[in-house]
């Protein structure tokens, strides 16, 4: 897969920054994400139809997938530039002033998103598994990939980028000296557990019971819950907004076929 990155946010990022991002966060994936999951990609930064983001203005290279690196926090603006010009491909946005807000490095949140997007480039993967604070309930969780350790980096020639969960953090039983995470630091004596969350961390899933898309973090996390009330709005640029749809869509059809029953 290449992952084109069309840098929009130039009053904030020169080229030059977002090239050796893009090095670190290839050497990330290539070396540390895709021997754990056979599950690799590359980000390559592309030219861009002008020098400020055009509704009408197409992208000028593309290639399988695409993550735009955009200053504004207006969302339904950006995601309107990419329906616009690129419906149906698999994207995801790395907002710098959500960034600034979140006390997080820009670069963790390209690192974040790109490999989110190689996991789920079209956001319509769940896994079965137990509710993070109530075991005996079975939910769906979102098949996220550093939403658990996101406050969690580490450095990759001095570019910081995010940790990541392992495949058997998707496991429900308990396996003996089995890692999670790709840092696994410990926190009360102990490393990330399967379908839990570190300090900092949430996770969401969705609820058949409520028939809801939910979200968890730690009781008493102030820092998750300050950081997951930044992130929804900028996750309404991915994961809502497809969800929304579904649930439109379903929604719908549920109203279809009861009208046609009534006939």
Not at 45 to 70: C, K, V
Not at 107 to 128: F, G, Q, R, Y
Request: proline share 5%; glycine share 6%; net charge neutral.
């Amino acid at each position: 897969m290449i992952i084109s990155v069309i840098n929009h946010a130039t009053s904030q990022l020169s080229d030059e920054e977002v090239q050796i991002a893009i090095r670190a966060i290839n050497r990330q994936i290539a070396q540390d994400f895709e021997p754990y999951w056979s599950l690799g990609a590359m980000l390559r930064l592309e030219g861009r139809s002008g020098q400020q983001p055009n509704i009408e203005s197409p992208i000028d290279m593309r290639g399988d997938a695409i993550i735009y690196l955009w200053d504004d926090v207006n969302v339904d603006n950006a995601l309107g530039f990419h329906d616009k010009n690129n419906r149906g491909i698999p994207f995801g946005f790395v907002f710098t002033k959500f960034s600034q807000q979140m006390g997080e490095n820009w670069t963790v949140t390209l690192s974040h998103e790109a490999l989110e997007l190689i996991a789920d480039p079209n956001v319509n993967l769940l896994v079965m598994g137990p509710h993070p604070s109530n075991s005996d309930m079975t939910v769906f969780h979102w098949y996220e990939m550093c939403d658990a350790v996101q406050t969690e980096t580490y450095k990759i020639d001095s570019v910081e980028v995010s940790n990541f969960v392992l495949p058997l953090y998707f496991t429900p039983a308990a396996e003996p000296g089995s890692r999670n995470d790709f840092l696994a630091r410990h926190y009360n004596g102990q490393t990330l557990q399967s379908f839990r969350v570190n300090p900092g961390g949430y996770v969401g899933f969705f609820n058949p019971v409520t028939s809801s898309h939910e979200t968890f973090s730690m009781k008493g996390d102030l820092v998750s819950t300050k950081r997951l009330e930044v992130k929804r709005k900028a996750k309404a640029a991915r994961r809502s907004i497809r969800y929304q749809s579904f649930v439109v869509s379903s929604r719908k059809r549920t109203v279809l076929q009861s009208n046609k029953r009534k006939k």
